[in-house]
């Protein structure tokens, strides 16, 4: 069974060394490993190059390659879609720039699929990382039930076999913040097999776009809620007005 991983990037200097010697420390290596660069001119490629020799030492086929920009694309998930066009590995996760995996993360992700062939999607527990130590928390994958009132796995721990990407297609580029969410919907409504491992196996720092842009992720998700709910679910509406009223 092979495992292909893919990190998109933009000037991601800061954290991305991290990243990438999280996935060298792994005690099973992925195959193979594509990096989809948005133009980063900080010392991202810089980096990516000087880890290049290790990877590939370690028999891991590493490729970096620019993001192809698509008008009216947005930008997040159309460079997933880029590198998950040309998947070769039964397995793939995806790893942001500034998230990181415990060294057994991949060999739990292997062991799981290889125990169940009708597995379709393995998830893990992510550790939300914040400067402030008060606001870190775990976030524990629960039921694909709660879609309508939220996201209820972390995608950042979260890997398919190839044939999810096959059946259901790819990234919704609509969606600048929550692709994620709506790829997790089309998953439920499909009935894929799906197996929640409560460990703590990747790391993710918090603070990213979704973070930054409450309001649009507020809107993104209750319109994609509403897109795959029953016309008379409550729920969405109902989850949209009480992440306004708390923040979220």
Wanted: glycine share 6%; with cysteine.
């Amino acid at each position: 069974m092979t495992l292909e991983l893919v990190t998109i990037c933009w000037n991601a200097a800061a954290t991305l060394s991290r990243t990438l010697d999280s996935v060298l420390a792994q005690r099973v290596l992925p195959q193979r490993y594509r990096i989809v660069d948005g133009g980063s001119t900080d010392g991202t490629l810089e980096i990516l190059e000087r880890y290049r020799p290790r990877f590939e030492f370690a028999g891991v086929a590493f490729s970096v390659e620019s993001q192809e920009r698509v008008p009216g694309a947005a930008g997040i998930p159309s460079a997933w879609n880029q590198a998950l066009k040309n998947l070769q590995c039964d397995i793939v996760g995806l790893l942001n720039a500034d998230d990181w995996y415990e060294p057994t993360a991949l060999q739990t992700i292997v062991e799981a699929f290889q125990a169940e062939e009708s597995l379709d999607a393995v998830s893990v527990a992510v550790q939300m990382h914040h400067d402030d130590p008060s606001k870190e928390w775990l976030f524990v994958p629960q039921s694909l039930s709660r879609l309508p009132w939220k996201m209820p796995i972390p995608h950042p721990g979260t890997f398919f076999r190839r044939r999810v990407y096959e059946k259901l297609g790819l990234y919704d580029t609509r969606y600048r913040i929550s692709a994620d969410y709506d790829f997790v919907w089309r998953c439920y409504l499909s009935g894929i097999r799906w197996k929640y491992i409560p460990v703590p196996l990747v790391n993710m720092q918090l603070g990213g776009m979704a973070n930054a842009s409450r309001a649009l992720a507020r809107r993104e998700t209750y319109r994609i809620a509403r897109n795959h709910s029953h016309f008379l679910d409550f729920r969405p509406a109902l989850a949209f007005v009480l992440r306004i009223l708390t923040g979220r």
